[in-house]
């Protein structure tokens, strides 16, 4: 006998992708209801994230007139504030309590951390802290989903999606890249690339999509380049090796850097007493580091495109790339709260223009994105993602290289992640 095997029919077909990216819940003609709600989760998280950066610059455009010696006194200072509200409001977590919640609490993030997070968050970015915003944007939003979710009785995946979408939308809204933002929601969960909860991706999309056009109507950012690099186009085959050798570069940079951060990490968890006691220590070794290297204070967001149009030598971008590292490492396990996406790529932008020094002829584009690319996705193992933000911040149009580069970086990363939390849930998902 012939196999009981039936063809499969347009329509089987047709429920078959709807499911795929998730815009199946029960129902498949209340598709444009849940679209809806998507759009509303982006844009009232676009809002927010407007409204928070509007805080964060006026904020940031007060302390920068703080320069030299001084900032021994006003940075300790801003860590003894970081360090008193994290003491009293609690403490608002990381990405790596993120990415738990998201595995083992069936995607539910708690609001009741936000009010540390933004107020901890706000003072350690303007303050001159090497961590930017997206770490508490992501927070903050995705718990919003979360509350959403709540609101309309959702469950299981239904939830995890909403939270999920919000948590994109916000990372979204900084960026200006709807479509890697919702891939950075996906792909930071895990140690390896995999994309588990596919499921969301579709809500990711429409609410990153939504939360764009707000924060972009409101704060005029992100509609163009970021950044300004030199022009490039990708004429010689030759070029994909040299992306390959960046990559290398790249990830080799990426493992100093978490030497550096893990040697921090065990240097400042050695001081005792309340959490104010560190992060006040962190704001010191913060200040003095910008005392003697202006450019490692803040995020890198403006401070990257003066790596890109000043004459620096090869060793002085050597000696600003590793005290780039120094900064985020003691931002991060200070105490202060942040992000180090955007410290990584102005890290790899570094040693990206310092190669293109040391070797004349290469396009310094070319060295500084593919660099810059690499980096991050060896430390936060998301080289899908980095290579659309690059690709859209930098106006890189052939983004092939940058894929390249990223999966370099990616694929030659330590065992053991950054985020440990990513590693954990691969390991639960080995045990099912």
């Known amino acids: 006998m012939l196999p009981n095997n039936r063809t499969p029919t347009n329509k089987t077909q047709r429920w078959k992708f709807l499911q795929l990216f998730g815009l199946v819940r029960r129902n498949p003609l209340s598709i444009s209801r849940w679209v809806l709600r998507w759009v509303v989760v982006g844009t009232v998280c676009g809002l927010f994230a407007s409204l928070y950066w509007n805080i964060l610059e ?105 939270s999920l979408a919000a948590m994109a939308a916000g990372f979204t809204a900084l960026f200006g890249a709807p479509l890697g933002g919702a891939m950075f929601a996906l792909e930071i969960l895990h140690h390896q690339h995999i994309v588990e909860y596919y499921e969301a991706l579709m809500p990711a999309i429409v609410s990153s999509c939504a939360s764009y056009i707000v924060f972009a109507f409101i704060t005029r950012l992100g509609i163009g380049p970021t950044w300004h690099f030199p022009q490039y186009n990708l004429q010689n085959i030759d070029d994909f090796a040299l992306a390959i050798l960046f990559g290398i570069i790249g990830a080799v940079a990426g493992w100093i850097f978490m030497g550096i951060f893990r040697g921090c990490g065990r240097l400042l968890a050695m001081v005792s007493g309340p959490v104010y006691v560190r992060t006040t220590l962190a704001g010191l070794g913060l200040g003095i580091l910008a005392a003697f290297l202006p450019l490692t204070r803040f995020f890198g967001h403006e401070e990257l495109e003066s790596v890109l149009t000043a004459n620096f030598s090869l060793v002085f971008l050597l000696i600003l790339a590793l005290g780039k590292m120094a900064s985020i490492s003691i931002t991060v396990t200070g105490g202060w709260r942040g992000g180090f996406i955007i410290p990584l790529f102005f890290t790899g932008a570094c040693i990206g223009k310092a190669i293109a020094i040391l070797i004349p002829g290469l396009n310094p584009a070319l060295a500084m994105i593919c660099t810059m690319a690499a980096i991050n996705a060896a430390v936060t193992r998301t080289p899908i993602s980095t290579t659309l933000l690059l690709s859209k911040l930098t106006n890189f149009t052939p983004f092939t290289p940058i894929l390249f580069a990223s999966l370099i970086g990616f694929f030659l990363a330590p065992k053991v992640p950054l985020i440990g939390s990513q590693l954990k849930s691969q390991q639960s998902l080995e045990e099912i």
């Open 58 to 162: 006026l904020m940031t455009h007060q302390l920068q007139r703080f320069e030299g010696l001084s900032l021994l006194i006003v940075m300790p200072i801003a860590g003894l504030i970081v360090g008193l509200v994290i003491h009293f409001l609690g403490n608002p977590g990381e990405i790596a309590v993120i990415v738990d919640n998201i595995h083992f609490r069936g995607g539910r993030l708690d609001a009741r951390k936000n009010p540390a997070m933004i107020l901890a968050s706000l003072v350690s970015i303007a303050a001159g802290g090497s961590a930017g915003p997206e770490a508490p944007l992501v927070q903050v939003t995705g718990s919003f989903g979360t509350w959403v979710g709540d609101r309309l009785g959702l469950e299981g995946e239904e939830l995890r999606s909403t």
